[in-house]
Protein backbone atom coordinates (compact mmCIF):
# COMPACT_ATOMS: atom_id res chain seq x y z
CA UNK A 1 0.00 0.00 0.00
CA UNK A 2 1.10 3.43 -0.45
CA UNK A 3 2.13 6.47 2.02
CA UNK A 4 -1.28 8.62 2.46
CA UNK A 5 -0.55 12.55 1.85
CA UNK A 6 1.49 14.58 2.93
CA UNK A 7 0.92 18.21 2.71
CA UNK A 8 4.09 19.50 1.78
CA UNK A 9 6.12 21.95 4.44
CA UNK A 10 6.54 24.46 1.51
CA UNK A 11 2.74 25.12 1.40
CA UNK A 12 2.96 27.81 4.44
CA UNK A 13 5.38 30.13 2.34
CA UNK A 14 2.58 32.06 0.51
CA UNK A 15 2.82 33.75 -2.75
CA UNK A 16 0.85 35.97 -4.90
CA UNK A 17 -0.91 34.20 -8.11
CA UNK A 18 -3.45 35.17 -10.83
CA UNK A 19 -5.99 33.29 -11.02
CA UNK A 20 -6.40 31.31 -14.52
CA UNK A 21 -10.06 32.24 -14.72
CA UNK A 22 -10.71 35.79 -13.10
CA UNK A 23 -7.17 36.86 -13.94
CA UNK A 24 -7.08 38.40 -10.76
CA UNK A 25 -4.25 38.45 -8.40
CA UNK A 26 -4.45 36.44 -5.33
CA UNK A 27 -2.77 35.35 -2.38
CA UNK A 28 -1.91 31.79 -3.18
CA UNK A 29 -0.05 29.19 -1.26
CA UNK A 30 0.50 26.76 -3.76
CA UNK A 31 2.54 26.71 -6.85
CA UNK A 32 1.08 24.51 -9.98
CA UNK A 33 3.70 21.92 -9.58
CA UNK A 34 2.52 21.53 -6.17
CA UNK A 35 -1.48 21.80 -7.17
CA UNK A 36 -0.13 18.81 -9.55
CA UNK A 37 1.51 16.95 -6.80
CA UNK A 38 -1.53 17.47 -4.16
CA UNK A 39 -3.59 15.64 -7.12
CA UNK A 40 -1.79 12.91 -8.34
CA UNK A 41 -2.03 12.02 -3.85
CA UNK A 42 -5.68 12.33 -4.17
CA UNK A 43 -5.57 10.16 -7.29
CA UNK A 44 -3.13 7.53 -6.02
CA UNK A 45 -5.05 7.30 -2.54
CA UNK A 46 -8.44 7.70 -4.99
CA UNK A 47 -7.55 4.28 -6.77
CA UNK A 48 -6.30 2.70 -3.73
CA UNK A 49 -9.45 3.19 -1.15
CA UNK A 50 -12.55 3.25 -4.14
CA UNK A 51 -10.75 1.40 -7.13
CA UNK A 52 -11.99 2.31 -10.46
CA UNK A 53 -14.34 0.47 -12.08
CA UNK A 54 -13.25 -2.23 -14.57
CA UNK A 55 -14.64 -1.07 -17.98
CA UNK A 56 -11.91 0.15 -20.32
CA UNK A 57 -14.85 1.47 -23.34
CA UNK A 58 -16.72 3.36 -20.88
CA UNK A 59 -14.09 5.03 -19.03
CA UNK A 60 -12.50 6.02 -22.79
CA UNK A 61 -15.57 7.43 -23.13
CA UNK A 62 -16.19 9.46 -20.26
CA UNK A 63 -12.09 10.48 -20.30
CA UNK A 64 -12.60 11.68 -24.45
CA UNK A 65 -15.47 14.21 -23.24
CA UNK A 66 -13.28 15.81 -20.56
CA UNK A 67 -10.41 15.83 -22.23
CA UNK A 68 -12.10 17.44 -24.74
CA UNK A 69 -13.39 20.10 -22.85
CA UNK A 70 -10.33 20.10 -20.19
CA UNK A 71 -7.75 21.28 -23.73
CA UNK A 72 -10.54 24.10 -24.42
CA UNK A 73 -10.30 25.54 -20.96
CA UNK A 74 -8.22 28.44 -19.51
CA UNK A 75 -5.59 25.82 -18.30
CA UNK A 76 -4.70 23.47 -21.34
CA UNK A 77 -1.41 22.54 -20.17
CA UNK A 78 -2.55 20.54 -16.99
CA UNK A 79 -1.97 17.12 -17.01
CA UNK A 80 -5.63 16.60 -17.01
CA UNK A 81 -7.21 12.67 -16.20
CA UNK A 82 -10.47 11.39 -16.08
CA UNK A 83 -11.48 8.79 -14.12
CA UNK A 84 -14.35 6.88 -13.35
CA UNK A 85 -14.62 5.06 -9.74
CA UNK A 86 -16.04 2.34 -8.80
CA UNK A 87 -18.76 3.37 -6.18
CA UNK A 88 -22.05 3.63 -6.40
CA UNK A 89 -22.18 6.47 -4.41
CA UNK A 90 -23.67 9.40 -6.17
CA UNK A 91 -20.78 11.82 -6.02
CA UNK A 92 -18.08 13.82 -8.64
CA UNK A 93 -15.31 15.65 -7.62
CA UNK A 94 -12.05 16.98 -8.41
CA UNK A 95 -8.07 17.08 -7.35
CA UNK A 96 -5.77 20.19 -7.79
CA UNK A 97 -3.54 19.92 -10.93
CA UNK A 98 -6.67 18.54 -13.25
CA UNK A 99 -7.50 14.90 -11.76
CA UNK A 100 -11.36 14.52 -12.30
CA UNK A 101 -13.13 11.64 -10.54
CA UNK A 102 -16.92 10.68 -11.24
CA UNK A 103 -18.69 8.00 -9.73
CA UNK A 104 -20.64 5.17 -11.60
CA UNK A 105 -23.06 5.80 -8.91
CA UNK A 106 -23.98 9.74 -10.40
CA UNK A 107 -23.34 8.32 -14.06
CA UNK A 108 -26.64 5.59 -13.50
CA UNK A 109 -28.50 8.81 -12.61
CA UNK A 110 -27.71 11.07 -15.75
CA UNK A 111 -29.54 10.48 -19.25
CA UNK A 112 -27.12 12.28 -21.90
CA UNK A 113 -23.89 13.24 -22.70
CA UNK A 114 -24.89 16.31 -22.40
CA UNK A 115 -25.51 16.13 -18.74
CA UNK A 116 -22.47 13.88 -18.45
CA UNK A 117 -20.41 17.26 -19.92
CA UNK A 118 -22.38 19.75 -17.44
CA UNK A 119 -21.31 17.63 -14.24
CA UNK A 120 -17.60 17.47 -15.77
CA UNK A 121 -17.50 21.12 -17.12
CA UNK A 122 -18.63 21.97 -12.95
CA UNK A 123 -15.68 19.27 -11.84
CA UNK A 124 -13.07 21.36 -14.11
CA UNK A 125 -13.72 24.64 -13.05
CA UNK A 126 -13.05 23.84 -9.66
CA UNK A 127 -9.41 23.13 -11.17
CA UNK A 128 -9.71 26.00 -13.66
CA UNK A 129 -10.37 28.44 -10.88
CA UNK A 130 -8.40 26.84 -8.37
CA UNK A 131 -10.49 26.84 -6.12
CA UNK A 132 -9.36 23.29 -4.12
CA UNK A 133 -5.76 25.19 -4.68
CA UNK A 134 -7.26 27.93 -2.70
CA UNK A 135 -9.11 25.83 0.28
CA UNK A 136 -6.04 24.34 0.83
CA UNK A 137 -4.37 27.93 1.07
CA UNK A 138 -6.64 28.69 3.49
CA UNK A 139 -6.81 25.18 5.81
CA UNK A 140 -3.61 26.11 6.05
CA UNK A 141 -3.62 29.58 7.22
CA UNK A 142 -6.42 28.92 9.68
CA UNK A 143 -3.64 25.85 10.48
CA UNK A 144 -6.03 23.01 10.22
CA UNK A 145 -4.03 20.26 9.79
CA UNK A 146 -5.30 16.72 9.83
CA UNK A 147 -6.77 15.39 13.08
CA UNK A 148 -4.66 12.84 14.00
CA UNK A 149 -1.12 13.36 13.15
CA UNK A 150 1.53 10.37 11.45
CA UNK A 151 2.18 7.24 13.63
CA UNK A 152 5.78 6.05 14.01
CA UNK A 153 5.09 2.65 12.35
CA UNK A 154 4.34 3.28 8.60
CA UNK A 155 2.07 0.43 8.99
CA UNK A 156 0.00 1.58 11.66
CA UNK A 157 -0.10 4.95 10.08
CA UNK A 158 -2.41 3.67 7.15
CA UNK A 159 -4.86 2.34 9.69
CA UNK A 160 -5.74 5.15 11.37
CA UNK A 161 -4.17 8.15 9.18
CA UNK A 162 -6.95 6.72 6.96
CA UNK A 163 -9.60 8.11 8.45
CA UNK A 164 -7.72 11.47 8.31
CA UNK A 165 -7.45 10.72 4.50
CA UNK A 166 -11.24 10.36 4.31
CA UNK A 167 -11.15 13.94 6.00
CA UNK A 168 -8.94 15.10 3.12
CA UNK A 169 -11.38 14.24 0.60
CA UNK A 170 -14.08 15.52 2.94
CA UNK A 171 -12.08 18.51 2.84
CA UNK A 172 -11.91 18.33 -1.47
CA UNK A 173 -15.77 17.98 -1.22
CA UNK A 174 -17.16 19.82 0.98
CA UNK A 175 -15.85 23.05 1.55
CA UNK A 176 -16.14 24.60 -1.59
CA UNK A 177 -18.33 28.13 -1.04
CA UNK A 178 -21.58 28.88 -2.34
CA UNK A 179 -19.49 31.27 -5.06
CA UNK A 180 -17.04 29.11 -5.55
CA UNK A 181 -19.87 26.54 -6.64
CA UNK A 182 -21.89 29.02 -8.78
CA UNK A 183 -18.69 29.97 -10.63
CA UNK A 184 -17.82 25.93 -11.27
CA UNK A 185 -21.58 26.08 -13.13
CA UNK A 186 -20.81 29.56 -14.82
CA UNK A 187 -17.77 27.71 -16.15
CA UNK A 188 -19.38 23.98 -16.86
CA UNK A 189 -22.07 26.16 -18.97
CA UNK A 190 -19.10 27.41 -20.76
CA UNK A 191 -17.33 24.48 -21.39
CA UNK A 192 -19.95 23.16 -22.58
CA UNK A 193 -21.49 24.94 -25.04
CA UNK A 194 -17.63 25.31 -26.45
CA UNK A 195 -17.51 21.87 -26.53
CA UNK A 196 -21.12 21.88 -28.56
CA UNK A 197 -23.72 20.45 -25.76
CA UNK A 198 -27.48 21.29 -25.50
CA UNK A 199 -26.90 23.20 -22.07
CA UNK A 200 -30.34 22.79 -21.61
CA UNK A 201 -29.69 19.72 -19.91
CA UNK A 202 -27.41 20.83 -17.06
CA UNK A 203 -30.25 22.00 -14.77
CA UNK A 204 -31.55 18.54 -15.58
CA UNK A 205 -28.59 17.19 -13.56
CA UNK A 206 -29.68 19.07 -10.44
CA UNK A 207 -33.33 18.35 -10.83
CA UNK A 208 -32.57 14.78 -10.70
CA UNK A 209 -29.90 15.21 -7.68
CA UNK A 210 -33.00 16.60 -6.03
CA UNK A 211 -35.38 13.68 -6.79
CA UNK A 212 -32.21 11.56 -5.12
CA UNK A 213 -31.81 13.44 -2.02
CA UNK A 214 -35.53 13.78 -1.61
CA UNK A 215 -35.84 10.00 -2.12
CA UNK A 216 -33.27 9.31 0.41
CA UNK A 217 -36.03 10.25 2.79
CA UNK A 218 -34.11 13.37 4.37
CA UNK A 219 -30.85 11.03 5.00
CA UNK A 220 -29.03 13.49 3.57
CA UNK A 221 -28.38 14.72 0.06
CA UNK A 222 -25.90 13.00 -2.28
CA UNK A 223 -22.16 13.69 -1.68
CA UNK A 224 -22.39 15.63 -4.59
CA UNK A 225 -24.63 18.30 -2.90
CA UNK A 226 -23.52 18.63 0.40
CA UNK A 227 -22.99 22.25 1.74
CA UNK A 228 -23.57 23.10 -1.59
CA UNK A 229 -25.93 25.67 -2.78
CA UNK A 230 -29.40 24.62 -3.39
CA UNK A 231 -29.59 22.55 -6.69
CA UNK A 232 -32.90 24.13 -6.83
CA UNK A 233 -31.33 27.66 -7.63
CA UNK A 234 -28.56 26.20 -9.67
CA UNK A 235 -31.46 24.62 -11.32
CA UNK A 236 -33.21 27.52 -11.60
CA UNK A 237 -29.42 29.49 -12.87
CA UNK A 238 -28.10 26.93 -15.39
CA UNK A 239 -31.75 27.58 -16.98
CA UNK A 240 -30.94 31.03 -17.10
CA UNK A 241 -27.59 30.88 -18.89
CA UNK A 242 -29.14 28.58 -21.08
CA UNK A 243 -32.33 30.87 -22.20
CA UNK A 244 -29.34 33.20 -23.35
CA UNK A 245 -28.44 31.20 -25.87
CA UNK A 246 -29.61 32.10 -29.16
CA UNK A 247 -29.60 28.90 -31.23
CA UNK A 248 -29.76 25.05 -30.73
CA UNK A 249 -29.49 24.06 -33.66
CA UNK A 250 -26.08 22.56 -33.29
CA UNK A 251 -25.67 21.41 -29.90
CA UNK A 252 -26.05 18.10 -28.98
CA UNK A 253 -27.88 16.05 -26.58
CA UNK A 254 -25.97 12.64 -27.29
CA UNK A 255 -28.89 10.90 -25.33
CA UNK A 256 -28.92 7.34 -27.26
CA UNK A 257 -24.89 6.92 -27.51
CA UNK A 258 -25.03 7.71 -23.67
CA UNK A 259 -27.49 5.24 -22.87
CA UNK A 260 -25.86 2.88 -25.18
CA UNK A 261 -22.49 3.21 -22.92
CA UNK A 262 -24.51 2.52 -20.26
CA UNK A 263 -25.78 -0.83 -20.82
CA UNK A 264 -24.65 -3.77 -18.65
CA UNK A 265 -23.01 -1.11 -15.72
CA UNK A 266 -23.13 -2.68 -12.13
CA UNK A 267 -25.56 -0.52 -10.81
CA UNK A 268 -26.00 0.05 -6.90
CA UNK A 269 -23.47 -1.83 -4.53
CA UNK A 270 -21.26 -4.78 -6.13
CA UNK A 271 -21.77 -7.60 -3.67
CA UNK A 272 -18.47 -9.18 -4.99
CA UNK A 273 -16.93 -6.33 -3.15
CA UNK A 274 -17.77 -7.57 0.07
CA UNK A 275 -20.96 -6.21 1.71
CA UNK A 276 -22.54 -6.02 5.09
CA UNK A 277 -25.04 -8.46 6.64
CA UNK A 278 -26.77 -8.57 9.39
CA UNK A 279 -23.65 -7.04 11.47
CA UNK A 280 -21.16 -9.47 9.64
CA UNK A 281 -19.19 -8.56 6.52
CA UNK A 282 -19.31 -10.91 3.92
CA UNK A 283 -17.13 -11.42 0.97
CA UNK A 284 -18.42 -13.95 -1.42
CA UNK A 285 -15.30 -14.15 -3.58
CA UNK A 286 -13.29 -14.71 -1.55
CA UNK A 287 -15.61 -16.71 0.72
CA UNK A 288 -14.70 -15.29 4.38
CA UNK A 289 -16.77 -13.43 7.27
CA UNK A 290 -16.10 -11.62 10.42
CA UNK A 291 -18.40 -9.61 13.16
CA UNK A 292 -18.17 -5.77 13.29
CA UNK A 293 -19.35 -4.55 16.99
CA UNK A 294 -22.31 -2.97 17.01
CA UNK A 295 -23.09 0.26 15.57
CA UNK A 296 -19.32 0.43 14.14
CA UNK A 297 -19.42 2.31 10.81
CA UNK A 298 -17.74 0.25 8.10
CA UNK A 299 -15.80 1.89 5.28
CA UNK A 300 -15.54 -1.23 2.41
CA UNK A 301 -12.46 0.29 0.56
CA UNK A 302 -10.69 -1.37 -2.69
CA UNK A 303 -7.61 -2.71 -0.14
CA UNK A 304 -9.34 -2.73 2.99
CA UNK A 305 -11.95 -2.50 5.23
CA UNK A 306 -12.27 -0.34 8.15
CA UNK A 307 -14.61 -0.42 10.96
CA UNK A 308 -14.60 2.87 13.32
CA UNK A 309 -15.97 3.21 16.26
CA UNK A 310 -18.95 5.77 16.54
CA UNK A 311 -16.85 8.06 18.87
CA UNK A 312 -13.59 7.45 16.73
CA UNK A 313 -11.70 6.15 20.08
CA UNK A 314 -10.94 2.65 18.06
CA UNK A 315 -11.21 0.83 15.02
CA UNK A 316 -11.24 -2.83 13.20
CA UNK A 317 -9.07 -2.75 10.28
CA UNK A 318 -8.81 -6.11 7.74
CA UNK A 319 -6.73 -5.74 5.10
CA UNK A 320 -4.32 -8.67 2.97
CA UNK A 321 -0.28 -9.52 4.22
CA UNK A 322 1.91 -9.60 1.54
CA UNK A 323 3.58 -12.64 3.43
CA UNK A 324 3.50 -15.96 2.66
CA UNK A 325 3.09 -17.59 6.35
CA UNK A 326 0.86 -15.68 9.26
CA UNK A 327 4.60 -16.53 11.76
CA UNK A 328 6.40 -14.15 8.75
CA UNK A 329 3.07 -11.45 8.63
CA UNK A 330 3.59 -11.36 12.29
CA UNK A 331 6.98 -11.02 12.92
CA UNK A 332 7.41 -8.35 10.03
CA UNK A 333 5.07 -6.29 11.62
CA UNK A 334 6.13 -6.71 15.30
CA UNK A 335 9.58 -5.60 13.59
CA UNK A 336 8.20 -2.26 12.87
CA UNK A 337 10.01 0.90 13.80
CA UNK A 338 7.90 2.95 16.75
CA UNK A 339 6.33 -0.36 17.83
CA UNK A 340 6.45 -1.76 21.31
CA UNK A 341 5.55 -5.60 21.17
CA UNK A 342 3.75 -6.54 24.75
CA UNK A 343 3.43 -10.25 23.37
CA UNK A 344 3.18 -12.41 20.13
CA UNK A 345 3.11 -15.56 19.30
CA UNK A 346 1.46 -18.39 17.23
CA UNK A 347 -2.64 -18.89 17.89
CA UNK A 348 -5.45 -20.06 15.83
CA UNK A 349 -8.63 -18.62 14.87
CA UNK A 350 -11.40 -20.28 13.92
CA UNK A 351 -9.43 -23.48 13.53
CA UNK A 352 -7.22 -21.64 11.25
CA UNK A 353 -3.29 -21.14 11.29
CA UNK A 354 -2.64 -17.62 12.59
CA UNK A 355 -0.22 -15.71 14.62
CA UNK A 356 -1.27 -12.76 16.99
CA UNK A 357 0.91 -9.52 17.96
CA UNK A 358 -0.18 -7.49 20.65
CA UNK A 359 1.52 -4.05 21.03
CA UNK A 360 1.25 -0.47 21.78
CA UNK A 361 2.08 2.29 19.43
CA UNK A 362 2.88 6.11 19.82
CA UNK A 363 1.21 9.32 17.53
CA UNK A 364 3.86 10.95 16.28
CA UNK A 365 2.61 14.87 16.23
CA UNK A 366 0.77 14.50 19.31
CA UNK A 367 2.35 11.75 20.83
CA UNK A 368 -0.84 10.01 21.46
CA UNK A 369 -0.51 6.51 22.73
CA UNK A 370 -2.40 3.57 20.72
CA UNK A 371 -2.83 0.05 22.02
CA UNK A 372 -3.24 -2.53 19.31
CA UNK A 373 -3.57 -6.37 18.27
CA UNK A 374 -2.74 -7.46 15.04
CA UNK A 375 -3.94 -11.12 14.28
CA UNK A 376 -2.18 -12.64 10.62
CA UNK A 377 -5.12 -15.46 9.59
CA UNK A 378 -4.20 -18.39 6.76
CA UNK A 379 -6.63 -18.93 4.72
CA UNK A 380 -7.48 -20.41 1.16
CA UNK A 381 -3.53 -19.31 0.31
CA UNK A 382 -3.30 -15.91 1.80
CA UNK A 383 -2.38 -14.40 5.05
CA UNK A 384 -5.24 -12.14 5.90
CA UNK A 385 -4.33 -9.06 8.95
CA UNK A 386 -7.38 -8.17 11.54
CA UNK A 387 -5.94 -5.31 13.59
CA UNK A 388 -8.03 -3.86 16.16
CA UNK A 389 -6.84 0.03 17.60
CA UNK A 390 -7.66 1.69 20.51
CA UNK A 391 -7.07 4.64 22.50
CA UNK A 392 -5.73 3.62 25.93
CA UNK A 393 -8.65 5.50 27.50
CA UNK A 394 -11.72 3.30 25.93
CA UNK A 395 -9.75 -0.09 26.05
CA UNK A 396 -11.88 -1.38 29.25
CA UNK A 397 -15.10 -0.29 27.13
CA UNK A 398 -14.64 -1.66 23.66
CA UNK A 399 -11.39 -3.73 23.72
CA UNK A 400 -13.70 -6.90 24.34
CA UNK A 401 -15.67 -6.39 21.86
CA UNK A 402 -13.33 -5.60 19.07
CA UNK A 403 -11.13 -9.27 20.56
CA UNK A 404 -14.16 -10.71 19.85
CA UNK A 405 -14.57 -9.54 16.26
CA UNK A 406 -10.58 -10.36 15.45
CA UNK A 407 -11.20 -13.86 16.50
CA UNK A 408 -15.00 -14.10 14.63
CA UNK A 409 -12.99 -14.07 11.00
CA UNK A 410 -14.17 -17.62 9.36
CA UNK A 411 -15.07 -19.30 6.28
CA UNK A 412 -18.64 -18.79 4.75
CA UNK A 413 -21.12 -21.66 5.31
CA UNK A 414 -20.65 -23.81 2.27
CA UNK A 415 -24.53 -23.64 1.19
CA UNK A 416 -24.24 -19.87 1.92
CA UNK A 417 -26.29 -17.84 -0.85
CA UNK A 418 -25.01 -14.09 -1.25
CA UNK A 419 -26.07 -11.15 -3.01
CA UNK A 420 -26.24 -10.86 -6.75
CA UNK A 421 -25.23 -8.43 -8.86
CA UNK A 422 -27.33 -5.77 -10.55
CA UNK A 423 -26.81 -4.46 -13.77
CA UNK A 424 -28.27 -1.35 -16.17
CA UNK A 425 -29.79 -2.74 -19.25
CA UNK A 426 -30.67 -0.26 -21.89
CA UNK A 427 -34.01 -1.62 -23.29
CA UNK A 428 -35.79 -0.09 -26.59
CA UNK A 429 -39.99 -1.16 -25.69
CA UNK A 430 -41.48 -1.88 -28.69
CA UNK A 431 -44.95 -0.42 -27.38
CA UNK A 432 -45.70 2.36 -25.04
CA UNK A 433 -44.74 1.07 -21.46
CA UNK A 434 -44.03 3.39 -17.98
CA UNK A 435 -41.58 2.79 -15.06
CA UNK A 436 -44.03 0.55 -13.15
CA UNK A 437 -44.33 -2.01 -16.23
CA UNK A 438 -40.26 -2.14 -16.20
CA UNK A 439 -40.13 -2.16 -12.83
CA UNK A 440 -42.57 -5.36 -12.73
CA UNK A 441 -40.58 -6.70 -15.28
CA UNK A 442 -37.34 -6.24 -13.10
CA UNK A 443 -37.47 -9.72 -11.17
CA UNK A 444 -37.27 -7.16 -7.79
CA UNK A 445 -34.51 -6.12 -9.31
CA UNK A 446 -35.78 -2.40 -9.17
CA UNK A 447 -38.26 -0.22 -7.69
CA UNK A 448 -40.82 1.95 -10.03
CA UNK A 449 -39.65 4.93 -7.96
CA UNK A 450 -36.32 4.10 -8.55
CA UNK A 451 -36.57 3.29 -12.05
CA UNK A 452 -38.48 6.71 -12.26
CA UNK A 453 -35.50 8.52 -10.58
CA UNK A 454 -32.68 6.52 -12.77
CA UNK A 455 -34.47 7.78 -16.09
CA UNK A 456 -35.87 11.32 -14.89
CA UNK A 457 -39.38 10.52 -15.22
CA UNK A 458 -42.44 9.56 -13.12
CA UNK A 459 -43.38 5.83 -12.46
CA UNK A 460 -46.90 6.18 -14.17
CA UNK A 461 -45.52 8.74 -17.12
CA UNK A 462 -45.67 6.74 -20.69
CA UNK A 463 -42.53 5.85 -22.55
CA UNK A 464 -43.43 6.08 -25.74
CA UNK A 465 -42.43 2.81 -28.24
CA UNK A 466 -38.95 2.84 -29.92
CA UNK A 467 -37.75 5.22 -26.95
CA UNK A 468 -34.30 3.95 -25.28
CA UNK A 469 -34.99 3.39 -21.29
CA UNK A 470 -32.75 2.50 -18.73
CA UNK A 471 -33.85 -0.71 -16.50
CA UNK A 472 -32.13 -2.97 -14.39
CA UNK A 473 -31.68 -6.66 -13.89
CA UNK A 474 -29.86 -9.20 -11.57
CA UNK A 475 -26.85 -10.45 -13.93
ZN1 LIG B 1 -18.75 21.55 -7.03
Known amino acids: MRPLLVVPALLFLGSCAVNPVTGKRELSFVSEAQEIQMGQQLLAQSQQQTGFYNDPALAQYISG ?88 APDLAQGIAGQAAMGFSQLLLLKYGRDDESQSD ?39 LSSHPDPGDRAAATQRWADTVSSFANLTSGRDRFLDRLNGMVYGEDPRNG ?41 LEFTQAPEATAQAAGTAFAGQQGLTVLSSGRTTVSGLPAFGVAFRATSGQQGQVIEGEAVFIEYNGSVWRMMGLVVPSAAQAIGGALGQSIRSFGPTAANQTFRRVRELRIVTPTGPTTATSLAAQSGGAITAQELALINSIETDQRIPAGRKIKTVRYR
Do not use: C
Not at 115 to 129: C, K, N, P, S
Not at 186 to 209: P, Q
Open 65 to 152: IGMKMAQASERPQLPWEFHLLDDPVVNAYAAPGGFIFITRGILAYMNSEAELAGVLGHEIGHVTARHSASQMSKQQLMGAGFLIGAIA
Open 186 to 224: ALGHKYSLAAGYDVREMSNTFITLQRVSAASGGGGPPAF
Open 275 to 315: YMDNGRFIHPALRFQFAVPAGWQVVNQASRVVAVEPNGRGQ
